[in-house]
């Protein structure tokens, strides 16, 4: 069974960083793309991070850039992503998603809020 397990979210001031990490079980984690999503309220969900199978290739979106990094253990099934300079519109439950051909798994979520 799959499990993704997110923790490491919270509330934190602008500019500050947090480290969120997503553990991983019941599934061969090295072979599968891992990816960062968030969702603010009322809006759609949105693609953050990506990064490949053997962690070669990080991908961010463009309204993160430079401020988040991902990154992979794969002897340890974690996913981690480093968020620094956090603004208030960073507020968002930030969910891990492991895909690899048609599978798609969910973890349940971790909740960042941004505010002085």
């Known amino acids: 069974q799959v499990q993704l397990v997110e923790s490491g979210g919270g509330l934190v001031q602008p500019g500050g960083s947090l480290r969120l990490s997503c553990a991983a079980s019941?599934?061969?984690?090295?072979?599968?793309?891992m990816s960062w999503y968030r969702q603010a309220p009322g809006k759609q969900r949105e693609l953050v991070a990506r990064i490949s199978d053997n962690g070669a290739t990080p991908n961010m979106a463009d309204s993160v850039k430079g401020r988040f990094t991902i990154s992979r253990d794969n002897d340890q099934n974690t996913v981690y992503r480093q968020m620094t300079s956090l603004k208030p519109e960073d507020t968002a439950v930030y969910y891990c998603?492991?895909?690899?051909?048609?599978?798609?798994?969910w973890g349940q979520g971790t909740q960042v809020t941004v505010s002085s």
């Open positions: 998603n492991a895909a690899r051909l048609i599978r798609s798994d």
């Open positions: 019941g599934f061969t984690f090295s072979v599968y793309v």
